[in-house]
């Protein structure tokens, strides 16, 4: 699904909102962002996976990702959705206690009665204000987002992660972060957790919309994009530190993923830092 509210953050806004309808939309590797993000659920329900945990969120809650937090979403096969999903910097909070509040890790909210009309109320404004004034609109959505934050502060902050025994996708999921540069195969995962091969695969797949490998290659593909960034390593270094066996592989996998080969995708992020 695209990101509308991504783009307008990557031209340089503030601050961005979308709603987006669908169904069976699950995220296939997780992401980052150097804002902030608050994800509205208004109808259907969603499992969050963020710093290494899993939470179930039902409308009309709201989670809250501080920046730099890795994390996806999905949802249970065929149950739609409707969700509002507000994007902004630390610097278009306009009140630095507010800010320092909403530091803290991965927060769910749940308003009700006054407080879920105030904040439906902020929300509907803050995408008017964007729909009508467009590239103008910034300073208005400022202050409506630092609105909807002391109300959130004021809201019921619900523990939404999944118990341990739901969780076992999730533990699986936290184990393949921890060692996705490692070799992974099907069998040894499965008898790690004390669960059948098939079942596994069967329940990954229902959970994150994608095999375990797929997975995997999600994850290594992104370690690898944060080092062709921020590094100088030749690719075939690159290609063994996320866990690739041999170089011609990665360069096949990351093509996949990404329309391009490393080395494009190295010249195009360096073409874009100095433009």
Do not use: C
Not at 57 to 71: A, K, Q, R
Not at 177 to 189: C, F, G, V
Request: proline fraction near 6%.
């Amino acid at each position: 699904m695209l990101d509308f509210a991504g783009d307008l953050m990557a031209s340089g806004r503030d601050v961005a909102v979308a709603r987006i309808r669908g169904v069976d939309d699950n995220m296939m590797r997780p992401h980052r962002h150097d804002y902030f993000e608050i994800y509205y659920l208004e109808a259907g329900s969603r499992y969050h996976w963020a710093d290494h945990t899993l939470y179930r969120i039902e409308p009309p809650e709201l989670i809250v990702f501080p920046p730099g937090v890795e994390h996806f979403s999905y949802a249970d096969d065929g149950v739609p959705f409707q969700r509002v999903v507000l994007y902004f910097t630390p610097e278009a909070v306009l009140y630095p206690h507010v800010l320092d509040a909403i530091r803290a890790p991965v927060t769910v909210v749940r308003p009700e009665g006054p407080g879920l009309r105030g904040v439906s109320q902020v929300v509907e404004q803050l995408l008017a204000t964007q729909d009508v004034l467009g590239d103008g609109s910034q300073e208005e959505m400022r202050l409506l987002i630092t609105q909807l934050l002391v109300k959130l502060l004021r809201g019921e902050h619900r523990d939404a992660r999944m118990a341990p025994r739901e969780g076992r996708i999730a533990d699986v999921i936290h184990h393949l972060h921890d060692h996705y540069a490692e070799p992974i195969d099907l069998t040894t995962l499965a008898e790690r957790f004390f669960i059948s091969p098939f079942y596994l695969s069967r329940e990954f797949k229902k959970h994150t919309g994608t095999t375990i490998i797929g997975y995997v290659n999600g994850l290594r593909v992104g370690r690898a994009e944060r080092l062709l960034q921020e590094t100088e390593d030749p690719v075939s270094q690159i290609s063994a530190a996320v866990g690739f066996a041999n170089v011609t592989h990665f360069n096949r996998v990351f093509r996949a993923r990404t329309a391009m080969s490393p080395s494009q995708f190295r010249s195009r992020e360096r073409a874009g830092a100095t433009a």
